[in-house]
């Protein structure tokens, strides 16, 4: 991809964005990217490349509707599976589980994450809900020049464009990677001040506010709440044959000590 490839790049010709998502655009969502503990640890090597790619955005003005965050997934995806992200319904936290493509209503649905390809912008995780953003408010130039950035620094394989509702300012969250029994993988998104972080790095995943001057380093909102104590296991382990509900893992995070109730 060269700029004169992505000169042209628009919403209307991108799943997600501008245009309908399909079950065919969702089921090659399952492309390859690293696990999230085999990550690169963006804001320890790339921080020049954060700081180009926020200060896009806000030339863009678009800093209310799209940050960036590393590329990285949540285990292997089933066939015929995508990752969608709900409201749990308790004290702010969502969950991230992966979900089967032909019991989705596209329409009720938006994408949330995109890896830049060399058709422009793939989408690759889901939201309940409608976009926070109407295609008629993004820029073009904006879509090309980010995808430029990405292709022409070789970071197709290490940073996505994230898209989410940023206008009352930076939400500081910890995600959690929760393996229940045997049955699932799934994420669980919690706000930072509900988080107990004893036995975890808090390792910084997500960006979209550019810093106030040249000289100081992007501040991160979203963290991988990676577990290291008693053992470094990176997820949390629940030994359970019950199906998983909002309510029940709620339960079981704070018997854990791993966040708080209120």
């Known amino acids: 991809m060269t700029a004169a490839d992505v000169a042209t790049l628009s919403p209307i010709d991108i799943p997600g964005l501008g245009k309908p998502l399909s079950e065919v655009a969702m089921g090659l969502s399952r492309i390859t990217l690293p696990g999230i503990e085999a990550q690169v640890q963006l ?50 936290l969502t969950w991230n589980r992966a979900t089967d493509i032909h019991n989705l209503n596209t329409r009720d649905i938006h994408a949330t994450f995109f890896k830049v390809n060399e058709a422009g912008l793939a989408p690759f995780e889901f939201a309940a809900g409608p976009s926070p953003v109407a295609r008629e408010e993004i820029p073009s130039e904006f879509l090309s020049e980010f995808a430029t950035y990405v292709k022409d620094k070789g970071l197709t394989g290490l940073v996505s464009l994230e898209v989410g509702n940023f206008a009352a300012g930076q939400v ?7 393996q229940w029994g045997d049955k699932e993988l799934l994420t669980v998104t919690v706000p930072m001040p509900a988080l107990v972080n004893a036995g975890m790095e808090l390792v910084p995943t997500g960006w979209n506010l550019s810093p106030c001057d040249a000289g100081s380093k992007p501040d991160a909102g979203t963290h ?39």
């Open 43 to 92: 804001h320890r090597e790339h921080t020049e490349h954060i700081k180009a790619l926020l200060a896009i955005i806000d030339r863009h003005s678009m800093s209310h509707f799209f940050g960036i965050h590393s590329a990285h997934r949540h285990g292997m995806l089933p066939n015929d599976t995508v990752r969608l992200e709900e409201d749990m319904g308790i004290n702010g």
């Open 172 to 178: 500081k969250t910890a995600e959690l990677e929760i």
């Open 224 to 262: 991988w709440a990676k577990l290291t104590k008693p053992v470094n296991t990176h997820r949390v382990f629940f030994d359970s044959t019950e199906s998983v509900t909002p309510e029940l893992l709620f339960v079981k995070l704070t018997e854990m000590g791993l966040i708080l109730k209120v």
